[in-house]
Every structure is written in structure tokens, then in C-alpha cells.
């Protein structure tokens, strides 16, 4: 293998671990062959978080031929959100049995999540959120804010003393109010969508209002997770080109890369590093 080539590689590797869902989309258009060839390339700490962004049947493939060992793997190392979208996808009975091989709290979980039915709102809703009570102080809902592991710009989530969902943090207000202000007097009552909801309810929720996520919540009312329009299906996905395009769109994707290439090496070398 050539120097060139392993600087491929590498790039190729950083690219889709610094950016999985569009690695993986361009990944999609190569076809089955090309992309086993793709996939083989990335380490097992990248291949879930790059998987679960694949279409099924390129997935699917990429799952029957991991071991069950590995499987297992991934669903407990990989974060929450991306071990339950990576198990919605394995089959029922194979999901089962793996479960059965998880940490307590990662099966709980991942049974938790994957009892929502495929379709409904619950089968897309992305785990990562953090909540506070409505009897906190606006201190502690900034210490929430800086702990969060949720997207850029999520909304923190609001509970009672029962835990079920009140609204959002109204973040003007908890300025307002200060520190010591109570997030009871900053929260915004916004309606939250059943887990169990079909797709369709959250397309008109969210035609209805000028926002990009939506509370999902269980039948007690308590919050599982968010619902980012991103995560709606899109089924006007353009159909599979041919080889050079996919060269041509992953030698675009590595060139944007090379504007963070200075923080990959910076990486790299840490991970080295005695």
C-alpha cells in the first residue's frame, strides 16, 4: 500500500468520524460493492455512529456479516442514541438475544426505545437531552445547560416533581430572573408529542409552529427525548449514482476536511503518545 494511499485513508477515516451522517451519505451512493469496500476501512469506534445513517439494506448487510460479538460491542460502548438506532435495525429476534448480553442499564434502555413501534414519532427521537425540575433555581439549569450532551441550540426540558414535562427554559427570562431566580417563573409550556404518535402527528405539529424540535414523551408524560425535523424520513432520497460521482463527492467531502486537518493531526498524535 502506497504513502498516498494510507493518507487516504486516513482522511477518509477522519472524515467520517468527525462527520458520520455525510460520510455515510455519500457512502450510499457507491452501491453494495463499493461500500463494503468503504466500511471495511473505519475502525469499530467509527462504524456504528456511521451505520445507523446508512440505508437499510447497505446497513443490513454491513450487520450480517458483524459477528455477535461485535454487535454486542457496539451497543454498549456506543452512546445511547446511536446504540438505539443501530439495535431498531438489527432483527427482532437477534436483537433479543444480544440484549440479553448488555450492561442492565443498557439493555433497559435499548428495550425501552425499541418498543416503540416503526413508524410511530418514538422510533426517531433522538435520546440525547438533559432536564431539570421546575423547583430548581436558574443556577442549576445553567449547570444542566454546560452538562448536556444534546445538539447545539437544543432546548433544555422542563419536569415536575413527578417528572413528567412541563415545558422549556425560557433562557431570556431565566436571564432576567437571575441566578436565583426559580425555573418555575421561566419556563415555556410548549405541547409534547406521544412516543406512540404516528410520523404524521409531528409533520403537523411542527407545520404549526416555527421550531425545529419536539418533546417526546412516554405515557406517563415523562420525557424520553427530542424529535429534531432532521430525523423526519425523507423519502425523496436521490437514487444511487455511479462510482465517479461517489469519488467525486467523497474528494469534496475530504478537501472541506482539510480547513480541520490541523486538529486531526493534533489528534492523532495524542492518541500516539505514550
Known amino acids: 500500500m502506497t504513502g498516498s494511499t494510507i493518507g487516504s485513508s486516513r482522511l477518509l477515516a477522519g472524515y467520517a468520524r468527525r462527520r458520520p451522517a455525510e460520510f455515510a451519505n455519500a457512502v450510499a451512493r457507491a452501491g ?5 469496500t468503504l ?4 475502525s469499530d469506534d467509527v462504524l456504528p ?3 445507523v445513517h446508512l440505508p437499510q439494506a447497505i446497513a443490513m448487510q454491513l450487520l450480517d456479516r458483524s459477528t455477535d460479538d461485535r454487535l454486542v460491542r457496539w451497543l454498549a460502548e456506543a452512546d445511547l442514541d446511536t446504540a438505539v438506532r443501530l439495535a431498531r435495525r438489527i432483527g427482532q429476534q437477534r436483537r433479543y438475544d444480544l440484549a440479553r448480553r448488555l450492561p442492565a442499564r443498557r439493555r433497559r434502555d435499548v428495550d425501552r426505545y425499541c418498543s416503540c413501534p416503526d413508524g410511530s414519532v418514538g422510533a426517531h427521537v433522538d435520546t440525547r437531552f438533559e432536564s431539570v425540575s421546575d423547583a430548581a433555581t436558574v443556577a442549576d439549569a445553567v449547570r444542566a445547560l454546560g452538562s448536556r ?3 447545539d441550540r437544543a432546548p433544555l426540558l422542563v419536569v ?4 413528567r414535562f412541563v415545558g422549556w427554559l425560557d433562557a431570556q427570562k431565566a436571564l432576567l430572573r437571575g441566578p436565583g431566580g426559580s425555573v418555575r417563573d421561566c419556563v415555556t409550556p410548549v405541547r409534547p408529542v406521544p412516543a406512540h404518535s404516528e410520523l404524521l402527528n409531528a409533520r403537523l405539529m411542527f407545520a404549526a409552529r416555527d421550531e425545529s424540535w419536539l418533546p417526546v414523551v412516554d405515557v406517563r408524560s415523562r420525557p424520553i427525548g427530542l424529535l429534531h425535523r432532521s430525523r423526519l424520513p425523507d423519502g425523496s432520497a436521490p437514487p444511487a449514482s455511479s462510482a465517479p460521482a461517489l469519488l467525486a463527492t467523497l474528494t469534496a467531502a475530504m478537501f472541506s476536511l ?5 486538529a486531526l493531526v493534533v ?8
Open 149 to 151: 450532551q444534546t445538539r
Open 258 to 262: 482539510l480547513t480541520e486537518l490541523p
Open 49 to 51: 455512529a456511521v451505520a
Open 39 to 42: 466500511l471495511d476501512g473505519l
Open 32 to 36: 453494495a460493492a463499493a461500500a463494503n
Open 267 to 274: 489528534a492523532r498524535k495524542e492518541e500516539s503518545a505514550p
Open 160 to 163: 415536575d416533581v413527578q417528572g
